[in-house]
């Protein structure tokens, strides 16, 4: 099978843990018999610095003709002071909305040999951790209408949380079909004690979990839900919230499993074509030092073969070659612990390639 992948490198460390993936890519195709073609496009930072823009034409053209995206980081204080169009991070928000991605998956597992890692006691952790949160991306307040003003000396910001019914539909359904794969428990995460939007959103989940009879729904708030992560992780399958919601709380599962350089993401639309990266920044503080944690982007490979390409098999391959290099002991400096091997980003992912 041959695949076209658009890689977008990015800024800071973001070359670097791509090019790992990448490795791991090619390992892949060579062990299955498939084929993966690269188009390297701009985005962010280092799409600023060449075109002035932070998402070129080009780079959504050919992202739109391609079976799926790679990103690795974009951002970096060289690019904070422009305003917000000029910003790298206007080009994630951008490429989401030109691709239709309305879904963001971020897994939350915490792999045995870094228990040790997770900043919560034993007898928190003992039952195990392994939660999906599923982010609605291109609706809520990151895109709804927003103002600056001021008058009589005084400014005021304004930004407006708006969601429609199908918009709510659309990712409920994502939700409620991946815990059909799962364990079936569903958790509904709102603030419909306070906002109309909330109350339309359980209104609507409700609805749509009568299709899913064999699927348990719950419904909790969002400030609950921050303190049940740290206290009880193990009771969540798939969590479904708005975008705001999603991306604070998918942050904190994320340091529960030891370190951001361990979690992947995927971002869906409504047909195969997906992007896929690791959920932290771009580092520029150790870019080009051949420290960074590649793991998360490698998994988010993984998760491309999995979700765009139908290819359960090879995805597997992926995260059980991860789960035997850090049996082994093997830890890049984010994860690393007394009694383990150090390596640099480049070995960990010669190391993962060399088990597939």
């Known amino acids: 099978m041959t695949k076209k992948i658009a890689v977008i490198k990015g800024d800071g460390i973001g070359p670097e843990i791509t090019e790992q993936a990448i490795a791991v890519l090619d390992r892949v195709a ?3 018999g498939h084929k993966f073609e690269y188009s390297y496009v701009l985005m962010g930072g280092c799409a600023i610095d ?10 959504v053209d050919i992202c739109l003709e391609s079976d799926s995206v790679l990103l690795g980081a974009v951002g970096g204080p ?3 002071k422009g305003e917000g169009s000029k910003r790298p991070e206007a080009g994630l928000l951008g490429i989401r909305k030109a691709l239709g991605l ?3 998956l971020r897994p939350a597992r915490l792999f045995a040999p870094l228990k040790d890692a997770c900043p919560l006691k034993d007898e928190i952790t003992k039952d195990g951790l392994d939660l999906i949160i599923v982010r609605e991306l291109i609706g809520g307040a990151y895109f709804g209408e927003r103002t600056t003003v001021t008058e009589n000396g005084i400014t ?5 949380m708006t969601y429609s019914d ?4 659309r990712i409920a359904r994502v939700a409620f079909d991946l815990a059909k794969k799962r364990r079936g428990k569903v958790t509904s995460v709102d603030k419909a004690n306070v906002l109309d939007t909330s109350r339309l959103w359980r209104k609507i989940v409700h609805e749509v979990a009568k299709d899913y009879p064999d699927t348990t729904l719950g419904d909790m708030l969002v400030d609950n839900t921050a303190m049940q992560l740290v206290h009880c992780p193990s009771q969540f399958d798939v969590i479904v919230t708005e975008n705001l919601f999603g991306d604070i709380l998918s942050d904190e599962a994320s340091m529960i499993t030891g370190s951001l350089g361990m979690i992947p993401s995927a ?9 896929y990266e690791p959920i932290h920044g771009s580092a520029p503080d150790i870019a080009g030092k051949d420290i ?6 490698i998994l988010s490979a993984a998760m491309m073969l999995k979700y765009s390409f139908d290819m359960p098999r090879e995805a597997e391959a992926i995260e059980n070659a991860v789960a035997q290099v850090l049996e082994e002991g093997y830890r890049t400096a984010d994860i690393m612990s007394a009694g383990c091997k150090q390596v640099s980003c480049s070995k960990m992912g010669r190391l993962i390639t060399e088990k597939i």
Do not use: V, Y
């Open 30 to 32: 060579e062990k299955f």
């Open 50 to 59: 060449e075109t002035g823009e932070p998402l070129p034409k080009e780079t």
């Open 78 to 80: 060289k690019w904070d």
């Open 102 to 104: 309305f879904a963001n």
């Open 156 to 160: 005021t910001a304004n930004d407006c």
């Open 166 to 169: 199908f918009e709510i539909e």
């Open 267 to 275: 971002s869906l639309g409504e047909g195969s074509l997906g992007l």
């Open 292 to 297: 960074a944690n590649p793991i998360a982007t």
